[in-house]
């Protein structure tokens, strides 16, 4: 089956979907970028993420594109939970999965970030394995960023790529957190 392209696929995304994004330091920056372009022909995405560690979602001109539900609140997510732009779902890291496996929270797409395939085509979560490798298994469609940065981790982390609806490959550096600075 042939894959379609990550414009084809971003744009199954409609206002109203439930779009879950990885997180902490596997956010696909590149398909963030890609679906904020957007922010005018949507109205209230719902973005869930566990840890957001940008503000492509909470920036206030896409206030009315964007809704983040993040299942911590980071730094970039309390000020808008504080003015009532985004929320915050209280509920300890173990019982997360519950949410997607329980369809608590039916997710319309996943948006990862994920090693290069190997020769059998899996693909590894790489280091933000947490509750993503249950959302993808949840989610209707998948959408990919492959990249080279991110490292093949072994473990309960692993994707084949004939499980992704769409992907694209793009490399970047990861997110990495300063703890110099305030993250939480």
Do not use: W
């Not at 330091?25 to 560690?53: D, F, H, M, T």
């Not at 290069?116 to 249950?134: N, Q, R, W």
Request: glycine fraction near 6%.
């Amino acid at each position: 089956m042939a894959k379609m392209l990550i414009d084809k696929g971003l744009s199954l995304i409609k206002s109203g979907s439930r779009v879950y994004v990885h997180g902490c330091g596997g956010i696909p920056q590149y398909l963030n970028c890609l679906l904020a372009k957007r922010a005018n022909e949507l109205r209230r995405v719902e973005i869930i993420s566990i840890l957001p560690l940008d503000n492509t979602y909470t920036d206030p001109k896409l206030k009315d594109s964007f809704f983040v539900n993040s299942l911590f609140a980071s730094g970039f997510v309390r000020p808008c939970i504080a003015d009532g732009t985004a929320s915050y779902i209280p509920a300890f890291l173990n019982e997360m999965p519950r949410l997607f496996d329980e369809n608590i929270l039916p997710l319309d797409v996943a948006l990862i970030q994920v090693s290069p395939p190997d020769k059998h085509g899996y693909c590894s979560l790489g280091i933000a394995v947490e509750v993503t490798g249950v959302a993808v298994r949840n989610a209707k469609k998948i959408f990919a960023q492959i990249n080279r940065n991110m490292p093949r981790v072994h473990g309960d982390t692993f994707v084949h790529i004939n499980q992704i609806d769409a992907y694209v490959e793009y490399d970047e550096p990861l997110i990495e957190l300063d703890y110099s600075k305030e993250i939480s």
